[in-house]
């Protein structure tokens, strides 16, 4: 093969976190905007320039959502499996809750009735709020240990709870979700809108900037000092067949933070956090917001990739039973596979990328009553 195995699992973890960062940074802000939606628009008119801002884009945004969810199924098909049917109530509440989007953006505006409007631009805030809150609470439970273990025929068993998700660390981590997509969400509606809800999304992005810098140190201090990490102490040779039982993990304190003290390169992911953030706070009071976009991309980018880094190699880490977790080394595809997909991916990635950019240069502008008012049977 082109690359040897272990080179192609690393690739790949690199891969489903371009793709998972691609999600935040596209979709992200979509989520953003429909959480702001009944807030920021006082009326009929100005909530249909807040829908429009979004209207051409967001469905081709979540194409990354779906390409992310393909990806682990293909790469990594043992975490797929575990992770969707342990946690298939709170997966299955984010399909739920994005069903609302498509029917809101497409039914909203079709009777003149300011109840059901209403009705649906709540809809919408429920189909951004939802899967905002379950994505981070998804990472705060994987930062803690899922409760999951294999038998001696690596069949998988989830102990836990849909309930048990909701512990107070997790809680945090939806909130550091929460805030920074209305964060970029804000920000965005800044590029796109004026006047009246510009200077509301002003206000708003300065709140949920605030809020993400102050939760994501929060979040940061409680992983180091108050949640054990995994790591690993021995791994089966590299010529052994595959098992995931092979290797020898455990839980001890502050070992999410060992990555950062033998690779220090890795602390620039929490400096982006922070420092994108606090940056996208400045640009955006200044009425920047083309600066500031970028600085909230920033940080959405340093935040996902602290998450990544600090449990690298694990995906899937076991509370239950920590040699049952997974990892980038032995819960992925074949070489074969991996080699497929990754020629497949070098290929097909950069065209989205070119082809995203390209939609968003034609449909960029700002979005005003008056277009609205001009076209208004035929947007959103």
């Known amino acids: 093969m082109f690359l040897d195995y272990d080179t192609l699992k690393l690739i790949w973890w690199l891969l489903v976190g371009v793709l998972l960062i691609g999600f935040a940074l596209t979709d992200g802000f979509d989520l953003g905007v429909g959480m702001l939606l009944p807030f920021l628009g006082k009326n009929d008119n100005e909530r249909r320039v807040i829908i429009n801002s979004v209207g051409p884009t967001w469905e081709g945004n979540q194409v990354w959502l779906i390409t992310a969810g393909g990806a682990i199924f293909a790469a990594w098909p043992t975490v797929y499996a575990t992770a969707f049917s342990g946690l298939y109530v709170a997966l299955l509440l984010v399909v739920f809750a994005l069903f609302f989007r498509p029917v809101g953006f497409d039914y909203r505006s079709k009777i003149a009735d300011p109840r059901w409007r209403n009705s649906w631009d709540w809809a919408l805030f429920v189909g951004g709020f939802v899967p905002a809150l379950v994505f981070g609470i998804t990472f705060g439970n994987l930062l803690q240990g899922v409760p999951f273990h294999f038998d001696e025929i690596l ?31 804000a920000i965005y509606l800044q590029l796109r809108t004026e006047e009246a809800v510009y200077q509301r999304a002003k206000r708003a992005a300065a709140i949920a900037a605030l809020t993400m810098i102050t939760s994501f140190a929060l979040a940061g201090l409680w992983l180091g000092m108050g949640i054990d990490g995994f790591r690993i ?16 993990v455990e ?15 890795m602390l620039m992911a929490p400096l982006f956090g922070f420092s994108g953030a606090a940056g996208a706070l400045w640009l955006s009071a200044r009425d920047q917001p083309g600066l500031a976009f970028i600085s909230s991309g920033l940080s959405l980018t340093g935040v996902i990739l602290t998450a990544g880094f600090s449990m690298f190699p694990f995906i899937l880490p076991s509370s239950t039973d920590p040699n049952s977790s997974l990892t980038a080394w032995d819960a992925t595809s074949s070489h074969l596979t991996l080699s497929w997909m990754f020629f497949a991916a070098i290929f097909f990635l950069p065209l989205i990328i070119l082809y995203t950019s390209w939609v968003y240069r034609i449909m960029g502008g700002k979005v005003t009553e008056k277009q609205i008012q001009q076209k208004k049977h035929s947007v959103y």
């Open 155 to 185: 069949r998988s068993t989830y102990t836990g709870s849909f309930f048990d998700l909701l512990n107070p660390f997790a809680l945090l981590a939806g909130l550091v979700s929460l805030s920074m997509l209305v964060m970029h969400g």
């Open 233 to 248: 102490l021995s791994m089966p040779p590299v010529d052994a067949a595959p098992n995931i039982l092979a290797k020898t």
């Open 251 to 265: 839980q001890a304190s502050g070992a999410w933070l060992s990555n950062y003290a033998s690779y220090p390169w």
